[in-house]
């Protein structure tokens, strides 16, 4: 791993980046970065962008959501556009997704992190978001923490998550988005996020609490699967299209 030279074109030409360089600062990011590309595809040394996700269900929704953001219109930028480029899907979840910033900003490769806001009440209790105290999200905290010169065990709370501003959202080459209050109700995880905003398709009333809209079963590539089939005309939540739409906007080969 540390013998590799990563070679970026660039409108000016091209940079060379060696692998040992980035192993010799920051040894225990790059031991997880080596064993994770190890046992995983590689795919991100050749991406134009890159988006770290939680599983498999935003691996099947995030292609359809990116052509739908492009079909309404959200992508402003001149071509070619974020659906036409080639972007790495990496699936690592909300405990590790943090990891990959220090090697990202070092590829520098525009970076969309999309992951799940997983309230709590305290270390062990889920809950509604509107109740919650904190969060169990690895990803986020450290996030938190980073932005806000805290210290690494400093505790987070999930007012200090919901009203992260949106300039803090940004850091170095990598951007974070979670799920935010739409219609009145924040789902804490992808499902919940969608069955808030497709409120008809799920048999949901105009006036539902956080309860009614909570993703009850384990099946979520099938979620994903019969949303995409069944529904072609479903609504994205709004951290998704955010995060889309800043990913879309990053400037490449510069």
Known sequence: FNKIRYAQKRKSGVRYKDLSDFCATDKENADFIRKYLTLSRCDLFF???AILIEGAAER???????????????????????????????????????????????????????????????????????????????TIKWWIRQ????????????????????????????????????????????????????????????????DDIQFRDSKKTDFALKLMIENDTYNIPGYIKDGLIWLNSQRILD
Do not use: W
Request: proline share 5%.
């Open 47 to 49: 991406a134009y962008r």
């Open 60 to 138: 099947l929704l995030i292609p359809d959501m990116m052509k739908k953001c492009d079909t309404l219109g959200l992508f402003k930028s001149k071509p070619p556009k974020l659906p036409s480029q080639y972007y790495a899907l990496i699936e690592v979840g909300g405990a590790y997704a943090h990891k990959f910033c220090p090697f990202i900003n070092f590829l520098e490769i525009p970076t969309l992190i999309l992951t799940d806001i997983d309230s709590m009440l305290d270390g062990r209790t889920k809950s509604n978001v509107a109740t919650g105290k904190t969060t169990s999200n690895a």
């Open 147 to 210: 932005v806000k010169g805290l210290d690494e065990a400093a505790p987070i709370t999930l007012k200090q998550v919901v009203n992260l501003a949106k300039a803090k959202k940004t850091k170095g080459c990598c951007h974070i988005e979670y799920q935010t209050k739409e219609n009145g109700l924040c789902g804490r995880s992808l499902e919940e996020s969608i069955i808030n905003v497709n409120r008809s398709i799920f048999g949901i009333g105009s006036t539902p609490s956080e």
